[in-house]
């Protein structure tokens, strides 16, 4: 069993930055993919960014290539999500996500294992 969880979310204006980070318990998160969604009020949970569990491979979503990166520390059993320039589209509620295995990919439902989220507000 793995549990996530979340921090780093805040209120920040627009060309900001923020770091968010997710803690994961258990011995297996070296085997796990991790990735991060979020999910802004009224619409669906979309994809932000994925790494494999080596963090040899990452994915973004076209909206935050440029402006996100995602990262991994497997000493301290974190990913994280390094966010620049924000904007006011970026408000959402950031869920962290693992699943056992290497890829990474975009679909939600292949994750097995979420955060509680964190909310990230920018104002413009």
């Known amino acids: 069993q793995v549990q996530l969880v979340e921090s780093g979310g805040g209120l920040v204006q627009a060309g900001g930055s923020l770091r968010l980070s997710c803690a994961a318990s258990?011995?297996?998160?070296?085997?796990?993919?991790m990735g991060w969604f979020r999910q802004a009020p009224g619409k669906e949970r979309e994809f932000v960014a994925a790494i494999s569990w080596n963090a040899d491979s990452t994915n973004y979503a076209d909206s935050v290539k440029g402006r996100f990166t995602i990262s991994r520390d497997s000493a301290k059993n974190t990913v994280y999500l390094q966010m620049n320039n924000l904007k006011p589209e970026d408000t959402a509620v950031y869920y962290c996500a693992g699943r056992l295995g290497y890829g990474t990919g975009s679909i939600a439902a292949a994750y097995n294992y979420w955060g509680q989220g964190t909310q990230v507000t920018v104002s413009s």
């Open positions: 258990g011995r297996t998160f070296n085997r796990f993919a």
